[in-house]
């Protein structure tokens, strides 16, 4: 057999290399972009051949291989960080983030901050006013929406669509990246399910790249913020995000894609599939527009209690609750301190909010978050273990809607909180000793690991993550946004398989 | 006060079966009415005039936070033995609720210390000799760090008062100087160190049932306030002896959660208030009169998100959580895992109001978590002490919920209002069913 027949078994470089390649295509697209109204189109074409090779290197001279557990974590955290490295290249190449004064290192920093928070659907950004998104090019505008497209409803879910060597590992593959507790089937094989969901997902953004049309916005801006509505991302090829528009209609069309793109995507297939709406008849999307529409009303009220007007209150409300609910993290505010920007709002209103970066939307939607079916299912859990403390020879049961939750399900559940809450807590000291104030590390904290976008005090919806975290704090979020976007075991165990591999090769646990 | 207690005992019969939710909300309903016991002394006696300001010193004295909004210099003897007894009882009901009523009516059973052997005689045998050996430790601890002061050349009314609030983890001070000699800090610095430490872990001690490397409890608490300190003097203190010794007091009063003041000069990183909450949060020893969360839970839920990650890795294995050599219940990890789940809505909720009433963003959270904590002094971002008299009366009475909530570990507080809101559904339920009849019969 030949050195060109031969086929390396990874089942991680396998799928990362398909992974590239798709990544790849939507540089070129950004490419071709650049080249029709920019002027970086040859630095974005580059950075697509860069990054095609390799992928196309993988692809060829590998193969699956065992897919036990901890080579699924690997699988999907692998690709996600390399996607994510080489999704920096375009910026780097065009120097998106080139400032006098800075290192190269912290341009890379940058460059990969960026990639890192479009993929993982974040929507943080290095842009503001020392660095415009006005001043680029159409390509890396697009580029940077399609990083978000494609991270919202996962990498690893479009790799299985064209993988069936996967076979039923595919759904383990969907179940560690999907947001929630875990992947539901949609069709008999996995494929086809990863397929329903992109179809599901395409079509959404079609739906919502249309309405925005109409209300005013130009194609490519409509299609831009498309992307980023669907995928529940943020980010905006604008400035002052949605506030350029200072449109309701504008903010209303977002507003219903980002509830659309937070809500189960397998309850979208079940309402095409019946031909009617069955998204209040689940339980968690119940509790998460109850969430949301409770949140509303008392932003509203703390808001005309601080003076502002009731039209533009409830404005400025229902926008930034449902873009921090639904993990988008969009603005309406037209420039700092103006109604949207929530930084100068009362603690009040803001506290709330910050309760929202933590909740995120549905499981098996594009949101991040804790998710409302976790929140919810931990308190039913709450409520059953004071109940047994009253009566306790009781069998008490963790309900959710009307059915029983199975206790590993539920402990399951309960261990994602008890990881959540330690990543925020050493997180947050982690940041502010790299000298960021107690709130913008600790909002940050829970934005970037919830894949929220905006935080508070520094890091508000009018401004740059650069103004609020030095380099490495900023670096540190990256990280835990892909710790969030992968529901935190995929990262954590990723190095698993490695260790194990380096174990049985050298036998060093045996010495 | 009495003459009403007397006539409560010898009217209300006992029940036959009493249930263990029962002692619990019992617990609460005790603490409640010992708050408004020493509120109504404070406003009898003058001491307060308003009567938000002496709720909220009674509620503090008791619960052992040390957020006090009067100057003890203006209190006569009486007064100022009033306000450090109340902490002091408030820090002894604190250990029985922690060592005797949780873990025989609540959660956490197979953590004390009961079982007798040939060469080991246990903290909580039973019920009654358990209060007993508690007492027994609590009442001669006080004597030993009164002394203490006195030797640093404190006053002995002062020098008992002080101890009183150290042994509690309470917190309150005779004067704003009361710290100002190295000597006094030591002294504080050893009490609430000792006050932080478990009574088992003390007991066995004593009793020569251990050794003090081997107790990992005790040693995961010590080297928290090594790991404070470091930090201290790196974000906060300096590195010199001064420094060393104003972070150690300030990291002490922190994990012990005594919360007494400490006005540290110099440049504070934006980390150090921020170890500062940590510390609070985590608390002291479970079995001991400090609040927070609590060291024990920690390693709980550490071992629990170990146990997790294994898990996801093999999702069919059978994992025990062994803690002290024992292995754990499920049902009482569960019931830590809800305990960490009501501590942090309780700091959210209380966050949320206290902004809503008027609180900046850090303070409403530094003040949430202190209430909840059981803990003291609030302090700003730059390391400044906050007077709670300069936050308005709203924010203050919103803080009293969480103070008892934390002081007595939330699950007695939440079985009390459970049980109250029954009985007032129970009294509105018949009234509801009657007006709906006699509309019926109207119509």
């Known amino acids: 057999m030949s050195f060109f027949e031969t086929k390396w078994e990874t089942t991680t470089g396998h799928v990362a290399g398909i992974a590239l390649m798709f990544v790849a295509v939507g540089m070129f697209a950004s490419a071709v972009l650049e080249a029709l109204g920019g002027t970086h189109g040859a630095s974005i074409l580059l950075a697509a051949v860069l990054t095609l090779v390799p992928g196309a290197s993988l692809w060829l001279f590998t193969r699956p291989g065992q897919v036990d557990r901890a080579t699924v974590f690997n699988a999907v955290a692998g690709t996600w960080l390399v996607v994510s490295a080489f999704g920096a290249l375009p910026y780097l190449f065009a120097g998106t983030f080139q400032r006098s004064g800075i290192t190269l290192p912290v341009v890379f920093a940058d460059a990969l901050f960026e990639s890192v928070s479009g993929y993982s659907c974040t929507g943080s950004t290095i842009f503001g006013s020392h660095n415009l998104i006005s001043d680029q090019g159409p390509g890396i505008l697009m580029y940077r929406q399609f990083t978000q497209w494609i991270g919202g409803m996962g990498i690893v879910v479009l790799v299985v669509t064209v993988l069936p060597a996967l076979r039923a590992s595919g759904l383990g593959l969907i179940g560690a990246e999907a947001p929630g507790a875990g992947g539901d089937r949609l069709a008999p094989r996995m494929a086809q399910t990863a397929r329903r969901f992109w179809y599901l997902y395409a079509g959404l953004t079609a739906l919502i790249a249309v309405a925005l049309f109409a209300v005013g916005m130009s194609p490519f801006d409509a299609v831009a913020h498309a992307f980023t509505t669907a995928s529940t991302g943020g980010f905006s090829t604008r400035d002052a995000s949605i506030g350029y528009w200072d449109s309701v209609a504008v903010e209303m069309v977002i507003m219903i894609g980002l509830v659309l793109g937070a809500a189960s995507f397998t309850l979208h297939s079940r309402t095409l599939s019946s031909h009617r709406p069955v998204h209040l008849e689940d339980p968690e999307f119940r509790a998460y527009i109850w969430l949301l529409t409770g949140s509303t009303v008392l932003v509203t009220l703390l808001l005309c209690s601080e003076g502002m007007g009731p039209t533009n209150a409830l404005r400025a409300a229902v926008f930034n609750v449902v873009t921090l609910g639904t993990s988008g993290g969009f603005g309406n505010a037209t420039g700092p301190g103006t109604n949207g920007d929530f930084v100068t709002w009362a603690a009040g209103p803001q506290m709330v909010l910050l309760v929202l970066l933590v909740s995120g939307g549905c499981t098996g939607s594009t949101s991040g978050g804790v998710k409302v079916m976790r929140l919810v299912v931990g308190l039913s859990h709450a409520r059953r273990t004071i109940r047994s403390i009253r009566y306790p020879r009781a069998v008490l049961l963790v309900r959710h809607g009307g059915s029983t939750m199975a206790e590993p399900l539920v402990e399951r559940i309960a261990g994602f909180m008890i990881i959540f809450g330690i990543l925020v807590v050493s997180g947050t000291l982690v940041v502010a000793a790299l000298g960021t104030d107690l709130v913008t590390a600790f909002s940050g904290v829970i934005g970037s690991l919830g894949n929220m976008g905006p935080a508070l005090n520094k890091a508000g919806p009018t401004a740059s993550f650069v103004d609020g975290f030095a380099t490495p704090a900023r670096l540190v979020l990256a990280l835990l946004m892909l710790i969030g976007r992968l529901e935190l075991f995929p990262m954590l165990l990723m190095l698993v398989t490695p260790y194990r591999t380096l174990q049985e090769r050298f036998d060093f646990h045996r010495a | ?443």
């Open chain 2, 1 to 443: 006060m009495v003459f009403a207690g007397i006539l409560l005992v010898g009217r209300v019969q006992n029940p036959d079966n009493i249930r263990p939710a029962d002692v619990l909300a019992t617990t609460t309903l005790g603490v409640f009415l010992a708050v408004l016991l020493l509120a109504a002394l404070y406003l009898l006696t003058g001491a307060i005039q308003s009567p938000d300001s002496a709720l909220f010193e009674a509620t503090t004295g008791i619960t052992t936070t040390a957020l006090s909004v009067i100057d003890p210099r203006d209190l006569g003897y009486g007064l100022r033995f009033l306000r450090a007894s109340s902490q002091w009882i408030g820090g002894f009901a604190a250990l029985l609720t922690g060592i005797i009523v949780l873990p025989f009516f609540g959660f956490g059973r197979e953590f004390t210390d009961r079982s007798n052997s040939a060469n080991h005689r246990p903290l909580v045998p039973d019920k009654w000799s358990g209060v007993r050996n508690i007492a027994l430790l609590y009442i001669p601890c006080t004597v030993l760090v009164w002394f203490g002061y006195m030797l640093a050349r404190k006053a002995p009314f002062e020098a008992a008062l002080l101890a009183m609030s150290t042994l509690s983890t309470g917190g309150f001070t005779n004067s704003p100087t009361e710290f100002a000699d190295p000597a006094v800090q030591w002294v504080a610095i050893a009490g609430m160190i000792l006050a932080g430490s478990s009574l088992v872990t003390i007991w066995h001690l004593v009793r020569g049932g251990g050794r003090p490397h081997r107790q990992t409890g005790l040693m995961l608490y010590l080297g928290l306030h090594g790991v404070g300190v470091l930090l201290l003097a790196l974000w906060a203190t300096g590195p010199d002896l001064t420094g060393l010794r104003q972070g150690l007091f300030v990291v002490a009063a922190s994990i012990s959660t005594t919360g007494f003041p400490m006005s540290v000069p110099g440049n504070w990183a934006p980390a150090a208030p921020v170890l500062l909450l940590l510390l609070i949060s985590v608390g002291a020893m479970s079995g001991s009169a400090g609040g927070g969360l609590q060291v024990r839970q920690h390693r709980v839920l550490m071992k629990l998100a170990m146990r997790e990650m294994a898990r996801q890795l093999h999702p069919r294995a059978v994992l025990k959580v062994r803690l002290a050599g024992r292995i754990a219940r499920e049902e009482t990890l569960r019931q830590i895992v809800v305990l960490q789940f009501l501590f942090v809505a309780v700091v959210f909720a209380t966050a949320l109001l206290v902004a809503v009433l008027g609180l900046d963003l850090v303070g409403a959270l530094s003040a949430a978590i202190h209430a909840t904590a059981t803990a003291g002094p609030v302090r700003t971002l730059s390391g400044e002490i906050v007077d709670p008299i300069n936050w308005p009366s709203s924010v203050r009475m919103a803080l009293l919920p969480a103070m008892i909530f934390g002081r007595l570990s939330i699950y007695p507080a939440v079985l009390a209002i459970a049980a109250l809101v029954r009985i007032v559904g129970n009294r509105i339920r018949p009234r509801r069913r009657y007006l709906a009849r006699r509309h019926r019969a109207s119509s």
